[in-house]
Nanobody, 121 residues
Framework: VQLQASGGGLVQAGGSLRLSCAAS????????MGWYRQAPGKQRERVAA????????YADSVAGRFTISRDNANKNTVYLQMNSLKPEDTAVYYC???????????????WGQGTQVTVSS
């Protein structure tokens, strides 16, 4: 199983970026996919998540500015639309999947590689 994240970059405050995460491999089903971030010297925190039933939740710090969604054609791909970005959003963003591998009755968590988001003031 692989989670491939992309879409980070450098943007000015107030700008927007969209991150993508594609899960591939021997996946039976996905419970939850989410985005986490980790800024230098800080703990990793969950930013947003979307369940298999499309229920979403967000950290208070990004609610109203970020939107997590799933690709209609490929349910194993999720996006994080980030608007009104602030310098404090600067971090490495990681994609996470809580999913069942084919043949397994126990879900596991998988992580994608991080993608850097830098917001300049």
């Amino acid at each position: 199983v692989q989670l491939q994240a992309s879409g980070g970059g450098l943007v000015q405050a107030g700008g927007s970026l969209r991150l993508s995460c594609a899960a591939s491999g021997s996946i039976s089903s996905i419970n939850v996919m989410g985005w986490y971030r980790q800024a230098p010297g800080k703990q990793r925190e969950r930013v947003a998540a979307i369940t298999s039933g499309s229920t979403t939740n967000y950290a208070d710090s990004v609610a109203g500015r970020f939107t997590i969604s799933r690709d209609n054609a490929n349910k194993n791909t999720v996006y994080l639309q980030m608007n009104s970005l602030k310098p404090e959003d600067t971090a490495v963003y990681y994609c996470n999947g809580d999913l069942f591998v084919r043949g397994s009755h126990v879900p596991y968590q998988y992580w994608g590689q991080g993608t850097q988001v830098t917001v300049s003031s």
